[in-house]
């Protein structure tokens, strides 16, 4: 004879526990007819890097950050955001790129 289920043993989410607090997959609202797992099937992309300029930094910009974000990444290797919110962790000479325009833009808008 089957035990009745007490709304003790349904979780927040729904599912069924067993006497032991183990999940029923039998149970689950979403499991369909067989029970088990399914498979979301996405279209394949190929995410490969453009690597042609040996570090991936195509916009090739110097950019805003302030002066105690950049030493603390300097010490510990974290990215910085610059004022046009590109994320990337500095490794090169600024002073051998031009000034992001976006960045220009803004830093100006700020000081006026």
């Not at 709304?7 to 689950?28: C, H, K, Q, T, Y």
């Not at 990444?73 to 919110?85: F, I, K, M």
Request: with cysteine.
């Amino acid at each position: 004879m089957a035990a009745m289920m007490n709304l003790e043993d349904v979780d927040e989410f729904g599912i069924v526990r067993d006497m032991a607090g183990f999940e029923n997959p039998a149970s689950a609202p979403d499991s369909g007819s067989e029970g088990g797992t399914a498979v979301l099937e996405r279209p394949e992309v190929d995410e490969k890097p453009d690597l042609s300029d040996n570090d991936g930094d195509a916009d090739r910009f110097a950019h805003y950050v302030s002066r105690d974000r950049m030493e603390l990444s300097q010490r510990t290797g974290r990215p910085v955001v610059a004022l046009c919110g590109k994320v990337w962790v500095p490794k090169h000479d600024p002073s051998k790129y031009p000034v992001c325009p976006e960045c220009k833009r803004i830093y100006s808008e700020m000081m006026h």
